[in-house]
Structure formats: structure tokens, C-alpha cells
């Protein structure tokens, strides 16, 4: 994309000028983000969509049977609906891109950051007054109004012991202060983006209030550095240990020495600072399917020949919904295709053909070793037959 483009869903910000002034920096409201917006669905096929199996859903009620703040989880059904009160609750539904393609589309207008870094979209409703507190999220998130309006306020950024409300399934803030000048309501096609840790109140000021949140992935610390030592630790051979050679002898027998941390903290470190490696972890964990039970394997090995075949008769693969693709060049002609925690060596056009939206028919055909890599991602549930999803 054009980085030196004015975009209007920026609010005539560049995507180069947002990533240097704004991105993890200050929150920003952008009126008229996308004008004339139309919501992809309505409050009744969300509340649907909550009913089905497997789809996340919460129901929070400011007000429930058994005290402040309750949470629900789906799958529900129309009863739990009919007894929920006129006002003052919120429904949940997570990962609303991955089943419903009007919103997947939404996805492409964001195209000014890494693809690898979206999570989901989450689509919340809900009546007057409804919201699910004043709280702060560990990650960038953009919040489109999509239909009605939500007064939103905003209490600055706060740190990781900010006390929270005790005894409930939500994350509240215990103290919430307005910051001045951080306090509008939103319309439909309005947008607000909160970098982390940015504390954030929003109440729905209509019946027909729906807000639809791009959130995006960011690991923890703690969570990349257990789970690169798990992948560095699954390759290690057996023979790689603590060492001391040459070492002198101990004043005390039982003293924990400098020098034997010194050695041990060598040991971690050079193990640890591997960039190659760090890289196919990386890509890895940055494709991981945000539900594994959505990738669908074939029954059976597709033979590279049949799925050939198929194509050239005009048949058309198409990428699950919820599959994630990011590619690593090795060199200059191959690459790490990475898709949904999978890594894939194959040839660099190739990789960056399927990565990107570019149509998978016939004419993919023509870049080195498609036919194979196809069928290895048909088999794993990465890709599927266009006809199958339109048929779901």
C-alpha cells in the first residue's frame, strides 16, 4: 500500500504518520471513519450467533440475579434472551470475522499494519446503558461503531497494579477519572483507537447499539519466553548442558559461585540468542488459529495430481475463515511460508502469493512447487474448495 496516502479512516493521517505519531502512543477519535457505514449484521443475527455451537459469547449484566456485574457464557438459546431486562447489559460474540465474510472484509481497510498482527473482530450489543465497566486491554484496539451510539470516556493510561473490582468475572477498574476532553459519543461509522493499557468506559446511549472491536495480537513476556524455550527445548539435542571445565577449585564445597552462574547464564543465552530460530518460532506463534477446532483436515491425503485436475477445470481454493498466513524469506529464492502455527519451505513467490489475498485457481499453478504446497494446506484444514464454503 501507498504509507504517504491522507486515509480517511485515519482521519486524514498517512498509515506512516499514524504508526510515528499515534500507534501505541495516544488514543485518537476519528469522526467519519467510514462514512455512510452500514453494519454488517444487526443486533437479532448477533444474538443468533451467540446461540450456535463453539461460537464465544458472554452475556454481562450490570445488575444479575445473583449481584453486580454476572457474567454469562454461550451457547445460549432464545429463553435467555427473553428474560434479560430493557437496559444495562451487554452481549459478547468473539471472532465474528471468522463466520460472517461481510465483517472478514472489514479487515482489508487495516491493511496498514502486519496481517500477522489481527486477531478478531469482536461485535458488541447493547441497550441503554449497557457496558462491561471501565477497564483497560492489554492490546491496540480499534472501535467502530457500527450501528446506534455509545458515549465513551476515556481515564488515561494506568498501570499493571491499578486495583480492580474483587469478586466478579471482569477486569473492572476500582477507580475510573475522566481524562478532560476524553468524553464523546460516537455514531455509526465513528471510530476510536485506544493504544494498551489506555482506560476505557463506554455506555450504550440507544437500543440498536452495536460496536464492533479490532483487536490485536501482542504477547506477553512471560508467555514468548516459555513458549520459545519450548520450541528451542523440542530441538535441542541431549548433549548441550552445563559445562565447567577448567574450572578452579571451590573455597566451599556447597557455595553456589559467580563463575558457575556466570557459566550457566552462557549457556541460556547463547542457546537462546539464535535470530533464525527465533524467527520460525516467531512466525509460528503469530499464525496460531485463534480456534484450532475451526481447521477442518481431509479425510484423506489429496493427491497433488487430482487437485491439479480440479483447478484446471475452474475450481478455486479459497482460505479457511480463521486461517492465518505470514511468510519469512531464507533467501533470495525460498522462503517460510507460515500458516496456522505451520511452517512451510517453499519457493519465495510462492510463499508470498498464498499470504497474500491473490486468488488460489489455475493460474497459481505456474509458481514452483504449488501443486504440493496446496494440497498440504487442503489437508490441514488451511485451505478448502470454494464450492464447500459456499455451500456451509
Request: hydrophobic share 45%; aromatic share 8%; proline share 8%.
Amino acid at each position: 500500500m501507498n504509507s504517504d496516502a491522507p486515509l480517511p479512516m485515519l482521519g486524514g493521517l498517512t498509515a506512516a504518520e499514524f504508526l510515528r505519531d499515534v500507534w501505541q502512543q495516544k488514543p485518537l477519535l476519528i469522526r467519519g471513519a467510514f462514512p455512510d457505514f452500514q453494519c454488517p449484521l444487526d443486533p437479532d443475527e448477533l444474538a443468533g450467533l451467540a446461540c450456535e455451537e463453539g461460537v464465544e459469547a458472554r452475556l454481562v449484566e450490570e445488575q444479575g440475579a445473583d449481584g453486580p456485574w454476572q457474567v454469562r457464557h454461550g451457547p445460549f438459546d432464545e429463553a435467555t434472551f427473553a428474560t434479560l431486562p430493557e437496559r444495562d447489559w451487554t452481549l459478547l460474540v468473539q471472532a465474528v470475522d471468522h463466520y460472517v465474510p461481510e465483517v472478514a472484509e472489514l479487515l482489508e481497510a487495516f491493511d496498514f499494519l502486519p496481517r500477522w498482527r489481527l486477531d478478531d473482530i469482536m461485535i458488541s450489543y447493547a441497550p441503554p446503558g449497557g457496558s462491561v465497566g471501565p477497564h483497560v486491554d492489554q492490546y491496540d484496539v480499534f472501535l467502530l461503531q457500527g450501528s446506534g451510539q455509545r458515549h465513551w470516556q476515556l481515564g488515561g493510561k494506568v498501570d499493571d497494579e491499578a486495583p480492580i473490582l474483587d469478586g466478579i468475572d471482569l477486569r473492572i477498574l476500582e477507580r475510573f477519572e475522566v481524562a478532560p476532553g476524553d468524553d464523546w459519543e460516537l455514531e455509526p461509522g465513528d471510530m476510536l483507537y485506544l493504544p494498551p493499557a489506555w482506560a476505557h468506559h463506554g455506555v450504550s446511549q440507544s437500543d440498536d447499539c452495536l460496536t464492533l472491536s479490532v483487536g490485536f495480537r501482542a504477547p506477553s513476556a512471560d508467555e514468548a519466553i516459555t513458549s520459545f524455550a519450548d520450541y528451542l527445548g523440542e530441538q535441542l539435542p541431549a548433549s548441550r548442558r552445563y559445562a565447567d571445565a577448567g574450572m578452579a577449585p571451590p573455597e566451599d564445597p556447597a557455595e553456589l559461585d559467580d563463575a558457575s552462574v556466570a557459566r550457566m547464564r552462557r549457556l541460556i543465552l547463547e542457546t537462546l540468542d539464535d535470530p533464525a530460530q527465533l524467527a520460525q518460532w516467531f512466525g509460528r506463534v503469530m499464525t496460531q488459529p485463534k480456534y484450532v477446532d475451526q481447521l477442518v483436515p481431509t479425510e484423506s491425503p489429496t493427491e497433488a495430481e487430482a487437485l491439479v485436475a480440479a483447478l484446471q477445470e475452474g475450481e478455486e481454493l479459497v482460505r479457511s475463515p480463521g486461517s492465518r498466513f505470514a511468510w519469512r524469506a531464507l533467501d533470495d529464492d525460498r522462503a517460510t511460508l507460515f500458516a496456522d502455527g505451520d511452517g512451510l519451505n517453499c519457493a519465495l513467490p510462492l510463499a508470498r502469493h498464498v499470504a497474500s489475498d491473490a486468488p488460489l485457481d489455475a493460474e497459481a499453478l505456474a509458481l514452483p512447487g504449488a501443486a504440493a504446497l496446496l494440497a498440504r494446506l487442503l489437508d490441514i484444514g488451511s485451505l478448502g474448495w470454494a464450492g464447500d464454503f459456499a455451500e456451509e
